[in-house]
Each structure stands twice: as structure tokens, then as C-alpha cells.
């Protein structure tokens, strides 16, 4: 590619290897997000147009401006992450849930062990397919029951959270989602919105949306929850930042609370104690309050 083409403004600016590291130094110490150096490319393509929207020269000049701007987070996050998602992911774990948990959890209330009461938290919720489509088990198979289903939903890209909190997807997705779900839960769209399927009023009643960044100490959500989802995030952090953010989601668990990890993560030692109970699975040990 020519200095004349990245001059006005197409494909990826230069980044030195010095400016990649002052970087990506400056992500890890505020989101825990580990760009080794085979991320260089990836950096470049994803912010090179939020610089030159700045009016900026370089990616170090970029440094300097999210120094002195503490707004620039938002938007820099917001391209740095990736957020590939689908309805019912790895099935097998709503499986469990459907026909393991859910029956559990029902026989427990009946016996008066537990309250009709379930709070669920998709952590790193990106556009919403997770959130929703655990919505839609619950909702179907507790609500009717009695039950009251909260679900809070997180990320710390406000771009997908919006996108998350419209409910709304191309309607190309709905062929993720089991046909008896699908005709209950989903509307699809007419005239503006044709071609696009949207979440029903029963599902987002149950919704909860916020920002919340993992790499923080300290995170702003009220009480504990029966089910955490975190799934295909922590690939994301080295091994000390998994650490730390294992350790504030499994506290925010109840005992006899579920964890659920994406396919390709493990969840290791841990200062809470959990036992697996299903691929990537795991159930904090103690009798659930």
C-alpha cells in the first residue's frame, strides 16, 4: 500500500513497534485485555480510522490523546474488542440447563428449600444472543411456574450493549433459534424493520442492561447470582487478570450457583470452591440460602 493511499485515509496507518507496545500496555492496565505481538495488524486495522477521525498522525500521538482524554475509552473498547456471538452457543450447556437445572431448581422451591426468585448474569453479553436465549429457556420454563427471572447483562462495549438492549437482529438469526422459541419469543419485523426479528416485551421485561468492565476492582452490580455466563472472555486476559476477574465473578455466585465457560476455556484453581458438572460447567460447592 502507498504513503498516498494511507495519506487519505485508506486501509490501516504504520505502527511502530514501540508505539504497539506503549499501546497495548496502556489496554492492559485498563481493561486486562493480553495483544501479544501477532495482534499488531489487528490493532491497526480496528483503530487507524478512529485516529484519523481525530485528526491524529500516529498511534503514538493516539497514546498521548486516551492519556490525556479518559473519555476515549469508551470508543477505543468498543473497536478493540471482538464480539462474535450467536444464539444457543454451544447448545449443549442450555441443554444442561433445560433439562438438568431447571428441573432442580423447580423441585427445590416445591419442597420450600428455595425461593421462586432466579438471577442470571451474562458476563460479556456482547450483542445479546446469549442473554436472550437464556431468557427464553427461563422465561418458558419458570415464569409459568411462578418464578421471578431477572437477567442482568454486561459488556464493556457500549456500542454491542446498545445493540444488546434493542433486542433486535436480521432476521437471518432466527435460524438459530429452536422453532417453539422462535414463534413464542421473536416478532418479526414490517415495513422499516422488515427483514429483521426483534425480542417480545415478555423477553426485555426480564433484561437488565449495564456497561461493566472486568478488569475493574470493583464491579457495580447489586447481589448474587443463581447462573453466571462467561463465556469466551477470558481468553482475552493473561493469566493474572483470569485471576483476578475468576475470583470477583465466583464471589458474586451463590453456593450451589452455576458457572458456565466458553468451550475453549478452563476454569482451574480457585480460592471458591466449584466441581465440575458438565463440560465447562461448574457448580459452586455449599447449599444454596
Given at each position: 500500500m502507498s504513503v498516498a493511499d494511507q495519506i487519505v485515509g485508506f486501509g490501516p496507518l504504520p505502527v511502530s513497534d514501540r508505539d504497539f507496545r506503549s499501546l497495548t500496555r496502556l489496554i492492559y492496565s485498563e481493561a486486562g485485555i493480553h495483544l501479544g505481538p501477532a495482534?499488531?495488524?489487528?490493532l491497526a486495522g480496528r483503530l487507524s480510522r478512529r485516529v484519523r477521525d481525530l485528526g491524529l498522525q500516529s498511534f503514538g500521538a493516539?497514546?498521548?490523546?486516551?492519556?490525556?482524554?479518559?473519555?476515549?475509552?469508551v470508543p477505543l473498547l468498543d473497536r478493540i474488542t471482538t464480539n462474535e456471538t450467536h444464539f444457543f452457543r454451544e447448545p449443549r450447556q442450555f441443554e444442561?440447563?433445560?433439562?438438568?437445572l431447571v428441573p432442580q431448581l423447580r423441585a427445590a422451591a416445591d419442597a420450600g428449600q428455595r425461593p421462586r426468585r432466579l438471577r442470571a448474569w451474562s458476563a460479556g453479553?456482547?450483542?445479546?444472543?446469549?442473554?436472550f436465549s437464556l431468557a427464553m429457556l427461563l422465561v418458558d420454563r419458570?415464569?409459568?411456574?411462578g418464578w421471578d427471572v431477572e437477567i442482568v447483562a454486561t459488556d464493556v462495549s457500549t456500542r454491542v450493549l446498545s445493540q444488546a438492549?434493542?433486542?433486535?437482529?436480521?432476521?437471518?438469526?432466527?435460524?438459530e433459534i429452536p422453532e417453539r422459541y422462535l414463534k413464542r419469543y421473536m416478532l418479526r419485523g414490517v415495513r422499516g424493520q422488515e427483514g429483521r426479528i426483534r425480542a417480545s416485551d415478555e423477553l426485555r421485561s426480564v433484561m437488565r442492561f449495564e456497561r461493566l468492565n472486568l478488569a475493574a476492582q470493583r464491579y457495580p452490580l447489586?447481589?448474587?447470582?443463581d447462573l453466571i455466563f462467561c463465556r469466551n472472555v477470558l481468553i482475552y486476559f493473561?493469566?493474572?487478570?483470569?485471576?483476578?476477574?475468576?475470583?470477583?465473578?465466583l464471589e458474586r455466585l451463590v453456593p450451589g450457583g452455576h458457572f458456565f465457560l466458553g468451550h475453549a476455556e478452563t476454569l482451574g484453581p480457585t480460592a471458591v470452591p466449584m466441581r465440575s458438572v458438565c463440560p465447562n460447567v461448574y457448580v459452586r460447592e455449599g447449599v444454596a440460602s
Open positions: 495482534k499488531k495488524a489487528l493516539y497514546h498521548e490523546y486516551v492519556q490525556e482524554h479518559p473519555e476515549e475509552w444442561f440447563v433445560d433439562r438438568q453479553c456482547s450483542s445479546g444472543e446469549e442473554p419458570l415464569v409459568p411456574a438492549e434493542l433486542a433486535t437482529w436480521p432476521i437471518a438469526r432466527a435460524r447489586a447481589g448474587t447470582f493473561d493469566q493474572a487478570s483470569k485471576d483476578q476477574v475468576l475470583r470477583r465473578l
